[in-house]
């Protein structure tokens, strides 16, 4: 049974610094994706990575896939507030995708 | 916006109760999937529909169950419903397979359930 884990959990950080989450998961899959989640929201596509060592970069964020590791990143350079939100990563095909806990990040001052 | 629609945003009903979710996908989307989302559980993936046909199933309850229509809008049906099935459940939709999809689902709004 694919398990998708993130840690940390929870991240508190001061606007300006860098930081990464990570996102191991427990099975071979096809892809891995990154979404975004604001409080009460919807979720918002983020990152798809679709092969070993892809990377994918937007703003402030940048992702990253190692398959033989079975490991994504999703790095944070220069946190700002408006970054703050729950970040998930989500493994899966075309049929269903298993999330990952979510890190609940917090950005302040 | 992620295009797409789901009715209603809010429902609160009663235990034993049945109640019915609508999502209407994205314009030209033919995969429709639901999750629950729950802070004991988590995000779970619960059903998955495409162009009219059952093709994966996840945790989803006996008590639980779905369809989608030849218009591709889907209906997720639940009922006996318990205390433990309050929780705010996310209709998604991607583009059909193949011809460079990424398969990224989209998410819509939500409809949060409340049982009271």
């Known amino acids: 049974e694919l398990k998708v884990e993130q840690n940390p959990l929870f991240l508190s950080m001061q606007e300006g610094k860098n930081y990464t989450i990570y996102c191991n998961y427990s099975?071979?899959?096809?892809?891995l994706y990154w979404y975004r989640q604001d409080p009460g929201k919807s979720l918002e596509s983020l990152f798809v990575?679709?092969?070993?060592?892809a990377v994918k970069q937007e703003g402030r964020l940048m992702a990253s896939l190692d398959t033989k590791a079975r490991l994504s990143t999703l790095h944070i350079t220069a946190a700002v507030h408006d970054l703050s939100a729950t970040y998930f990563c989500?493994?899966?095909?075309?049929?269903?995708?298993?999330f990952g806990t979510g890190t609940r990040l917090q950005v302040f001052p | 916006d992620s295009g797409v629609t789901q009715t209603p945003k809010h429902l609160i009903t009663a235990t034993g109760q049945r109640v019915t979710l609508r999502c209407s996908p994205r314009?030209?989307?033919?995969?429709v999937y639901w999750y629950q989302q729950s802070l004991d559980q988590g995000l779970q993936f619960l059903i998955q529909?495409?162009?009219?046909?059952?093709?994966a199933k996840g945790n989803i309850l006996e008590r639980f169950s779905a369809q989608q229509f030849p218009d591709l809008h889907s209906e997720l049906n639940l009922s006996s419903l318990e205390l433990g099935d309050s929780a705010l459940y996310f209709c998604?939709?991607?583009?059909?397979f193949g011809g460079g999809s990424t398969d990224t689902q989209y998410f819509g709004p939500g409809t949060r359930l409340t049982v009271l």
């Open positions: 998604a939709s991607s583009a059909p």
């Open positions: 099975t071979t899959s096809d892809r």
């Open positions: 990575l679709l092969s070993n060592g």
């Open positions: 989500a493994v899966g095909g075309i049929d269903k995708l298993i």
């Open positions: 314009s030209g989307d033919l995969s």
């Open positions: 529909y495409y162009n009219g046909e059952e093709r």
